[in-house]
Nanobody, 122 residues
Framework: QVQLVESGGGLVQTGGSLSVSCAAS????????MGWYRQAPGKQRELVAS???????NYADSVKGRATISRDNAKNTVYLQMNSLKPEDTAVYYC????????????????WGQGTQVTVSS
């Protein structure tokens, strides 16, 4: 099992910046991908950004140029820095990871954090 604990989030004004972080713990062999989804009221959950253990990052078009995802493999922690925030960035942000529980199994299971609210006021 893997536990993901998020921190950060909160209320910020339009144009401001915010950081969220997520630390993984528990019993697993390796984590390959970590990242963030978000879900706004009445909308589907959407991918914001992801990063591999090797540092390759992927961003949603809506946040490209405004978001930076990073990762500390030693701490099993992923970070998301967002700048130039817009009201449409308001959502619950969920951390996730794909973890291999048994070494060599090549079976990865997705785990989710509890979510952290980000609200951008206009």
């Amino acid at each position: 099992q893997v536990q993901l604990v998020e921190s950060g989030g909160g209320l910020v004004q339009t144009g401001g910046s915010l950081s969220v972080s997520c630390a993984a713990s528990g019993k697993y062999s390796t984590i390959n991908v970590m990242g963030w989804y978000r879900q706004a009221p009445g909308k589907q959950r959407e991918l914001v950004a992801s990063i591999t253990s090797g540092g390759s990052a992927n961003y949603a078009d809506s946040v490209k140029g405004r978001a930076t995802i990073s990762r500390d493999n030693a701490k099993n922690t992923v970070y998301l820095q967002m700048n130039s925030l817009k009201p449409e960035d308001t959502a619950v942000y969920y951390c996730y990871c794909n973890a291999e529980i048994s070494s060599g199994s090549s079976t990865f299971i997705r785990y989710w954090g509890q979510g952290t609210q980000v609200t951008v006021s206009s």
